[in-house]
């Protein structure tokens, strides 16, 4: 994992809104973008901003994204079952020298800007400032945001206006494409 950049890794997909008990069915997507590598995230930080146990890391040889594939990480494994590739919420995960690799406190806020930042060994690699405005669409119940499929790369998932509503349902009901191909925002 030594030759990650940034940009290697991208969030694709934000349930911070759930129509049932959060943190617990908080949940995000991630994609690797490479065609031909897997990436092993072994040691991966994830913060969350608006979280009082604001990150967590992968513990070591948990959690692999095959080329061109998608992982979801979520608090618990309750709702979305085996879409779930990473559980954050509970001590179910071996150990990491780097910290924690679970946090039953770390959540994804419903209003104002809230920062979602990836990063191994302190470098970002990729990093994700959600709002209820600046063109982001707003807070809605049970609906996930999603990066619009043409544009999965680490600066358009800067822009709020590259993410849209899902129109997909998943076996909770609500809104949101984990662990798959994103629909794809109206022009």
Not at 101 to 110: C, D, E, I, V
Request: aromatic share 8%; with cysteine.
């Amino acid at each position: 994992v030594a030759d990650f950049l940034p940009g290697d890794l991208v969030i694709t997909e934000i349930m911070y809104n759930p129509s049932t008990s959060e943190p617990d069915t908080e949940w995000l997507e991630l994609h690797n973008p490479d065609a031909t590598r897997d990436l092993y995230l072994d040691g991966l930080s994830v913060y969350s901003s608006s979280s009082t146990g604001r990150q967590f890391w992968i513990a070591p040889g948990s959690l692999t994204i095959p080329a061109g594939g998608y992982v979801v990480l979520c608090h618990g494994a309750t709702v979305l079952g085996p879409s779930c590739d990473y559980a954050y919420g509970s001590d179910i995960n071996p150990a990491s020298s780097q910290g924690a690799t679970h946090s039953s406190s770390f959540a994804l806020g419903n209003s104002g800007a809230v920062t979602l930042t990836l990063s191994l060994d302190g470098a970002t690699i990729d990093q994700v400032i959600y709002n209820d405005g600046s063109g982001w669409p707003s807070s809605s119940n049970g609906k996930s945001v999603g990066l619009d499929p043409t544009l999965l790369d680490a600066v358009s998932n800067d822009t709020g206006s590259s993410w849209c509503y899902p129109t997909s349902t998943h076996g909770s009901g609500d809104y949101g494409t984990p662990a798959a191909v994103n629909d794809t925002c109206a022009p």
